[in-house]
C-alpha cells in the first residue's frame, strides 16, 4: 500500500479517536516531518505489529502505525507500545499540556 506515506483521509468522529496533542514550540509539526523524511516508504512491519502482543522486537526500516506515532512523539522503543499504550501516552500529554497552560 506504499508503506509510510502521507495520505488525506476522512476521519469521522463515530469510527476514530481523535487525540489532539499540544505543540505550542512548533516541535512535534518539527519532529513529525523530520521523522516522515527519514521513513518515508519504508514497508509496512506486520510482524513487528505482532510483537507488540508476543513481545518481539520490530525489523529495522519497517514500521506499524502506533509504533510510528511513538516515533514522532520521542518515545524510547516505540515498538514497545500498543495502539490502547500510545493512546494513553497521548491523553497524557494533552491533559500535561492543558495544565501547562494553566500554570
Known sequence: DGGVRCKTMPLPSEKWDLIELPDSSGSLKTNLAAVFAQTQGQRYDLAGALGVVFKTRQ????????????????LSEPWRFSPNDLAVIARSLKNKGAADEND
Open 59 to 74: 525489523r529495522s526500516g519497517r514500521w506499524f502505525c502506533s509504533e510510528w506515532c511513538g516515533q514522532v512523539l520521542g
